[in-house]
Nanobody, 123 residues
């Protein structure tokens, strides 16, 4: 059983940056691909990015490509997403998730989820 805890959310002005962290425990972290998702009120959970267990491969959603960067530190059992050029439409609850298989973009294929962290971008 893998436990995930996100942190780093908050209020930021449009054009600003935030880095979210997701600390994992309870499993062999490098065995899991990790993903970041977000969900805004009234909308479906949206895939943002995923990274392989080794950190060598990544996939991004078009909506965040070039603005968000996913990374991981397996020694710290932590995955990050660096978010830049934030827009009001990036406002959402951000979740990290773990998957035994790399490359998945559908939220219902992920095995473990964090509780989420709120990101609010003001205009």
């Amino acid at each position: 059983q893998v436990q995930l805890v996100e942190s780093g959310g908050g209020l930021v002005q449009a054009g600003g940056s935030l880095r979210l962290s997701c600390a994992a425990s309870g499993g062999t972290f490098s065995n899991y691909a990790m993903g970041w998702f977000r969900q805004a009120p009234g909308k479906e959970r949206e895939f943002l990015a995923t990274i392989s267990g080794s950190g060598g491969r990544t996939v991004y959603a078009d909506s965040v490509k070039g603005r968000f960067t996913i990374s991981r530190d397996n020694a710290k059992n932590t995955v990050y997403v660096q978010m830049t050029s934030l827009k009001p439409e990036d406002t959402a609850i951000y979740y990290c998730a773990a998957n035994k298989w790399y490359g998945a973009m559908r939220w219902n294929t992920y095995d473990y989820w964090g509780q989420g962290t709120q990101v609010t971008v003001s205009s």
